[in-house]
């Protein structure tokens, strides 16, 4: 085994809590030394252990570990967020682009060159830019409390989110209500009605001391426009219960 190697075993140990407390305070006195590569190498192992929980390629107890241990502090968290809601973006994405290829493929009346360029550009689209996205970090992420109820039919004041430009995820905190459930659906709709985004296995957790239910959405997909979010309360063996609406509008400079 070489040293690069072993330090990942070493790291992932560590960032999952596996590791014996001898073990873990060498780790930690050599984080807290001047040794950058080895900084570097914890976030490399750290952003693969998201990748990976998010892809669901971890087994049944460093899943446990990961979500006891390793969602520990809110950065972590919100590039768990950024990873999950990219990944489902590059997927529609990929179903698009299925959609068009077997389009392609079907008897149309197309130039042969036609053909050819239009495959072209379908496989040089990045089949995983979440990946790149989520390297990039928590920096451009914005957050929002968005309040239920149809105000724009009652002449309240919509929630404005203003997205900055460089934005990659907007995360809309929304008041559940008083009914508890385990879990929560939650749809996002164009004002027109047509929904482009749905979520699932959403819970309900502490935010600013009241309980909320985050939606987290790629940046990417939100122009400057009208939305409002239908939020779902999801009980195992019982039909999804309807909640509230909740408008909102998106502001870009």
Not at 12 to 28: D, F, I, M, N
Not at 31 to 40: M, N, Q, V
Not at 118 to 139: C, D, E, I, K, S
């Amino acid at each position: 085994m070489n040293a690069e190697t072993s330090d990942d075993k070493l790291l992932r140990g560590y960032l999952l809590g596996q590791l014996a407390p001898e073990s873990r305070e060498r780790v930690e006195q050599r984080l807290f030394s001047d040794d950058r590569i080895f900084w570097e190498h914890l976030s490399l192992v750290e952003e693969e252990l998201i990748d990976q929980y998010a892809q669901g390629e971890l087994d049944g107890e460093d899943t446990a570990r990961f979500e006891r241990d390793f969602l520990c502090t809110d950065e972590r968290r919100a590039k768990l967020e950024l990873a999950r809601a990219l990944k489902a973006y590059a997927e529609r994405r990929q179903e698009s682009r299925r959609r068009a290829w077997d389009w392609l493929r079907g008897p149309v009346a197309s130039p042969a060159w036609a053909l050819a360029v239009a495959a072209t550009l379908l496989l040089a689209l990045p089949a995983v830019v979440w990946r790149f996205a989520a390297a990039r970090g928590p920096q451009g992420n914005v957050s929002a409390w968005v309040s239920p109820g149809l105000v724009r039919d009652v002449g309240g004041e919509l929630t404005r989110v203003a997205l900055p430009p460089g934005c990659q995820l907007v995360r809309l905190q929304l008041d559940p209500g008083l009914a508890e459930h385990p879990l929560y659906r939650a749809t996002l709709h164009e004002v027109a009605g047509d929904q482009i985004w749905s979520q699932d296995k959403l819970r309900a957790a502490p935010v600013d001391g009241k309980a909320a239910v985050t939606l987290a959405l790629p940046c990417e997909i939100l122009r400057a426009d009208d939305y409002y979010v239908r939020l779902h309360g999801v009980t195992p063996g019982a039909e999804p219960e309807p909640l509230d609406r909740y408008d909102f509008r998106v502001l870009r400079p």
